[in-house]
T-cell receptor, first 111, second 117 residues
């Protein structure tokens, strides 16, 4: 069975400090992994995706994620938070035609 | 150019009414989805169509009926609206792996905020 666990429902960081949003997955197959961001009252936008070409994936707006098969993790990081990063973040696993969404992590950035 | 579009953006209606939400994608994808996002931001898959064929039909009241006239459109019709139907509904599209869509992501529409009074 496939599932996605986002370990923190809320994360608060100060502007300029690093961001870490955690995601663990379980999958019977080689998964495709994605991170999406949803700003208030907006749709979901793709931040980055794991395509099996490289375990460290770079995305938009300075975000990165590292695929660690041994830990079944795909944590999202950013070296320095910006006020505009405040949003909801979703980790997603795809197997075949099914997409499995995590419950989301709300990121607050404190000025 | 909008990749996935939904209309209307906002929908306010009374309990018991029937309403429809339309979705169109111009990406040439073969698969489309409807999701419901509740007030806690949980995203729940409702339906998925591949080339006009229903492939995912989660546990959703039969008051909800999707319709796909062609692979670029997936509409959602809701009968006898209830208070609990209030949510944001998102349409999305993607390409299936067997048709060259390995690792392809979903593209989401801007959402339709439905409020049932």
């Amino acid at each position: 069975a496939q599932s996605v666990t986002q370990l923190d429902s809320h994360v608060s960081v100060s502007e300029g400090t690093p961001v870490l949003l955690r995601c663990n997955y379980s999958s019977s197959y080689s998964p495709s992994l994605f991170w999406y961001v949803q700003h208030p009252n907006k749709g979901l936008q793709l931040l980055l995706k794991y395509t099996s070409a490289a375990t460290l994936v770079k995305g938009i707006n300075g975000f990165e994620a590292e695929f660690k098969k041994s830990e079944t993790s795909f944590h999202l990081t950013k070296p320095s938070a910006h006020m505009s990063d405040a949003a909801e973040y979703f980790c997603v696993v795809r197997t075949g035609n099914q997409f499995y969404f995590g419950t989301g992590t709300s990121l607050t950035v404190i000025p | 150019d909008t990749a996935v579009s939904q209309t209307p953006k906002y929908l306010v209606t009374q309990m018991g009414n029937d309403k429809s939400i339309k979705c169109e994608q111009n990406l040439g994808h073969d698969t489309m989805y409807w999701y419901k996002q509740d007030s806690k931001k949980f995203l729940k898959i409702m339906f998925s169509y591949n080339n006009k064929e229903l492939i995912i039909n989660e546990t959703v009241p039969n008051r909800f009926s999707p319709k796909s006239p062609d692979k670029a459109h997936l509409n959602l019709h809701i009968n006898s609206l209830e208070l609990g139907d209030s949510a944001v509904y998102f349409c999305a599209s993607s390409q299936l792996p067997r048709t060259g869509g390995i690792n392809n992501e979903q593209f989401f529409g801007p959402g339709t905020r439905l409020t049932v009074l």
